[in-house]
């Protein structure tokens, strides 16, 4: 097969890309020498002290420096390759020119194609990279847990039909098309009998089953940076996640009997039981993983450091046993991360979120990043057997079965459908459809025994991969410019969508119980039902299982903004919408509320007053958030935000100072819902326990310093630091605490603050149970802000 | 056609809700099947009271507005033609529509949807939703799970957010832009499968 080692280089315009080049060629020259020296190097050397049987001992002067590369050999390579991996990434970015034309999938092919070439250049043995194992248990599993735990659940069971339509019924139409035809021209060779005869149906078929399946590895890669609508996106990539199950049972069947020669219906019979059993066994089995994972992270409070890795290896193993028992690994991985997301986000601390996303993010990048290079080394070696008529039928068989496949079904889909698939969808749909990696490793499965034509296979998989990711993977991007298709739109939720979203899915469920028709959202409705009443109960640890919906989207709301407003510096203007303070202590079943003094209502505040409040809070914002967070002994150690105590102590003036300032303002309860919060402040309140009941302890005990951990106490006369007593839960700044005790300072004996101090619970409030959660809370959320800007933010479980 | 003797000539108007609301033959046959098995006591009127035979509405948070919705202010019953006319306005809307100035607005465009959906928010209908207006929905949506200043929080925020002309409240204008990310032809939409 003649090396495609020839390739030119994409052109290197900048130094970097030159010096980006060296390196490589560095790190091979490093790499394979002594891969050729170290079969000859003798690496027991300390073994040779204790080699007392040998008759010519010859003593040695003892090694001060010896190489021992066999003995670092696998790790070696491996990170080598990896580090290759992420330099290429690094210089593609470099030349800003070149990724903008060229999508990264294709670059890193031809990178691929490069390193292989230089490495039989260099006369070694290109090592099989792509080998099956290899690929199936340890390059694909990151990129699909990273899809299926950031698999956008609401449009995907919004389209399931769809989707579900597209997957099976779509690679069975293309796998029988392609197969079916293939054999058709293989037979119709009239003149020169070529080796092409001696193909028979059931290998056709096999083939064509390998070939026809959408790969999500490449989908990602190109969908990824073109940016199309949410719709097409999860139309084509849930095909590429679900057809895989497709995709195993055709294989299996075809390979099984392609020995025997024939396939009886019997066997079609089974192999459709087969297909159920797959993709249902797979998904169930991710969902049991999901559970076991969600019912795990409920009691990680005090481990918090291992909390992501639960999540990992709880999916990783719902592959293993799916895979195990030849069931759709891949769907058990998406049904596992789907599942277990909603419980274990709302368990785990933010910090571990933050590492969860990074982790899955850079191995799923690096994973991806290292199959393309591989399909570019392995195209390099590998026994080709380029037969013009097999591989130019096989891609054009392609793109007709794909277009007449998607065509065909959309029709009948579109009947169904409220949102019809325009054409420009379905050409979307259509030219999205691309193969990759996975069929290439499926044909390398093949056994060359039964399969003599394996060669000729494998040839024509590249070929097709590589026109699918070159040709059409450039040129989607201008395509859909050209025909203008929807992109993607900046989902910033605002809380009026959620607060209406949830108002119209109670009305449409609720028409459709006036109808009698059993709809869409009849059953959402009764699966959010379920979910809440008994699911949410086990499986969600503490008082976050009561939290509704709404309450929990706020939440992350304003604290994503307290957060960005901090980042920034604290000192900006608050957005109009400032973040008024939900309070987490008290999601619980209403008591029968204590009995109310007067002043129930919110008591408006000339306007002029609140202005001046606003600006006080703001400046203040920030300080107290730190302040706040620096002594509790129950975070993390080493918080890397903790402030000196200093700091401290100059925070605390300036909070005395503020304290006089309000003290002539108006004796009001609460300032209006404008007030500033600092997450911290909140999760202090979400710490105090679900008891505290707007009492603050001081007032209870007179001045005594609380032992609470969040109770930031310097001096005994520290209650007059606002902080520490401010109720997150109360639309409140901290300086409205100072009014408190200002007010406490005025009348002694008020005791129903109308929540505006939360004041964790001291002694006598049932510091017990207390405790428990309120560490937990706080602990949950004093923690890393993480970047905020492409966040991902969760849509609601179920919406 | 169901065992009962419902055929297009018992119908009321049949023809004419056609043609106004674009449902098709079999849609208001079924539908006025439905309204025949709400209405127990047979007089071609429903009453608020008849819509308790559906148990799911109790369970649902906006359940009462919902039925008050298909009365007019004022009216205590309810024909099979104002049952439908407010049903239509959940058919999914038709996409081949040619746009005709002289025409009224349909009542299953987006318009016509999110209208109706405002005018569940906008009990006293004075064109806002006030901030006691916006409290009571949410009051009703969450319940007893949470308390009163939270309700207050997130109404305020809610209110700032999508408030533009400041005047404490969300007109019709407002609501729409807030909901301009939701495909409300889809999320307001019911297959009416015949």
């Known amino acids: 097969m003649p090396s495609r080692a020839g390739f030119h280089n994409p052109a290197k315009s900048l130094p970097e890309r030159g010096l980006l080049l060296l390196m490589v060629l560095l790190f091979l020259e490093v790499s394979v020498r002594p891969l050729g020296v170290a079969c000859s190097q003798d690496t027991n050397h300390h073994h040779q002290d204790q080699h007392s049987g040998n008759a010519t001992f010859v003593k040695k002067a003892f090694p001060v420096l010896s190489l021992d590369y066999n003995h670092i050999k696998a790790p070696f390579e491996v990170s080598l390759w990896v580090l290759l991996a992420s330099l290429m990434k690094l210089g593609f970015h470099l030349v800003p020119r070149l990724s903008g034309i060229v999508p990264e999938s294709c670059l890193l092919i031809t990178v691929g194609l490069l390193v292989g070439g230089l490495i039989k250049l260099a006369g070694e043995e290109v090592p099989p990279v792509l080998d099956s194992r290899l690929f199936f248990l340890c390059l694909l599993p990151p990129i699909i847990l990273d899809a299926g735990y950031f698999l956008p659940i609401r449009p995907f069971m919004e389209n399931l039909g769809t989707i579900l339509m597209f997957a099976v019924v779509g690679t069975l139409w293309n796998a029988f098309f392609i197969g079916g035809l293939l054999y058709a021209v293989c037979q119709i060779q009239p003149a020169n009998p070529s080796i092409l005869h001696q193909l028979e149906l059931l290998p056709c078929l096999l083939f064509g089953s390998i070939v026809s399946a959408v790969d999500p590895v490449a989908v990602l890669a190109v969908f990824e940076e073109i940016h199309i609508n949410e719709l097409l996106h999860i139309l084509v990539f849930g095909e590429s996640l679900l057809n895989d199950a497709v995709t195993v049972v055709l294989y299996h069947l075809f390979e099984e009997y392609s020995g025997v020669g024939t396939v009886t219906v019997m066997d079609g019979f089974l192999g459709i039981i087969s297909f159920l059993v797959v993709a249902c066994g797979g998904v169930l089995v991710g969902a049991l993983y999901g559970i076991l994972a969600a019912f795990t992270s409920r009691f990680t409070s005090h481990t918090r450091v291992i909390e992501p890795l639960f999540v990992f290896v709880y999916s990783y193993m719902a592959y293993l046993s799916a895979e195990m028992f030849h069931l759709s690994g891949i769907m058990a991985l998406i049904a596992c991360g789907a599942v277990m997301r909603p419980y274990v986000e709302a368990n785990i601390s933010h910090k571990s979120h933050t590492t969860i996303k990074y982790f899955l993010k850079m191995w799923s990048s690096v994973s991806e990043t290292l199959i393309f290079i591989f399909l570019g080394v392995a195209t390099v070696d590998g026994k080709h057997a380029w037969n013009w008529t097999f591989v130019t039928v096989t891609v054009v068989l392609c793109l007709v079965a794909r277009v007449m496949g998607v065509v065909g079904l959309t029709f009948v889909i579109n009947k169904f459908r409220i949102v019809k698939l325009t054409t420009k969808d379905q050409f979307i749909v259509a030219y999205g459809g691309l193969r990759g990696a996975i069929a290439f490793s499926l044909g390398f499965l093949l056994d060359e025994r039964h399969f003599p034509m394996r060669g000729m296979f494998l040839t024509a998989i590249i070929t097709v991969i590589f026109f699918t990711v070159f040709v059409q993977g450039m040129t989607i991007k201008p395509l859909v410019e050209l025909l203008a298709v929807k992109k993607k739109q900046e989902a910033k939720r605002s809380i009026n969508e959620e607060i209406h979203t949830q108002f119209l899915d109670h009305l449409l469920t609720g028409i459709e119980d006036i109808c009698g028709h059993y709809g869409h959202h009849h059953w959402k409705d009764k699966l959010n039902r379920f979910n809440k009443k008994y699911v949410k109960k086990c499986l969600i640890a503490g008082e976050r299982s009561k939290e509704p919906q709404l309450i929990a989207f706020y939440h992350k709301m304003e604290m994503k903004q307290a957060i960005e407003l901090v980042e920034s510096g604290g000192g900006i203007k608050l957005p109009s919408a400032l973040p008024s303070t939900v309070s987490m202590q008290n999601i619980q079943p209403k008591k029968p509320p204590p009995p109310k003094p007067v002043e129930r209502a919110l008591p408006q505040l000339p306007k002029g007053r609140e202005e001046e409040i606003r600006k006080i809070l703001r400046s203040n914002l920030q300080r107290t958030r730190q302040r706040l967070r620096s002594y509790n002994r129950h975070t993390l150690v080493a918080d890397p935000y903790e402030d000196g105590l200093g700091d401290l102590l100059i925070k605390k003036q300036k909070m005395i100072e503020l304290e006089k300032k309000i003290k002539d303002m108006n004796n009001y309860l609460t300032v209006p819902a404008a007030a500033s919060d600092s997450p911290t402040m909140r999760r202090a309140r979400l710490a105090s326990g679900s008891d505290t009941d707007f009492k603050p302890a001081q007032q209870q005990k007179g001045n005594t310093i609380c032992p609470d951990p969040q109770a930031y106490n310097m001096k005994p006369q520290s209650d007059s630091v606002p902080t520490i007593q401010v109720d997150l839960a109360s639309p409140q700044s901290p300086d409205s605490v100072n009014l408190m005790d200002e007010f406490r300072k005025a009348k002694q004996q008020e005791d129903d603050e109308q929540g505006l101090m939360m004041k964790p619970p001291s002694g006598p409030n049932k510091p017990g149970e207390a405790g428990e959660p309120r560490e937990q809370k706080l602990i949950r959320c004093l923690s890393d802000p993480g970047p905020s800007a492409d966040e991902e933010e969760d849509e609601p479980f179920l919406p | ?194």
Request: glycine share 6%; hydrophobic share 40%.
């Open chain 2, 1 to 194: 056609m169901g065992s009962n003797s419902s055929s297009m000539n018992n119908i009321p108007n049949a023809e004419q809700l056609v043609q106004e609301t674009g449902f098709s033959a079999a849609h208001i046959l079924r539908l006025y099947e439905r309204f025949q098995f709400l209405d127990k006591d047979d007089t071609g009127q429903l009453r608020p009271e008849d819509f308790g035979a559906v148990r799911e509405l109790a369970m649902n948070p906006i359940g009462d507005r919902i039925i008050s919705a298909f009365f007019s202010p004022g009216q205590e019953t309810l024909d099979f033609a104002s049952f439908v006319r407010v049903l239509a306005h959940f058919r999914p809307a038709d996409s081949n529509r040619t746009r005709d100035g002289a025409q009224p607005e349909p009542a299953n465009s987006s318009m016509g949807k999110l209208k109706f959906a405002f005018q569940l928010y906008d009990q006293d209908r004075d064109g806002k939703i006030s901030r006691a207006e916006l409290l009571q929905v949410l009051r009703a949506m969450l319940g007893m799970q949470v308390t009163e200043e939270q309700l207050q929080s997130i109404a305020e925020r809610a209110i700032q957010e999508a408030d533009f002309d400041q005047d404490d409240a969300i007109s019709f204008d407002e609501f729409r832009k807030s909901l301009e990310k939701v495909n409300i032809d889809h999320k307001m939409s019911i297959r009416f499968l015949s």
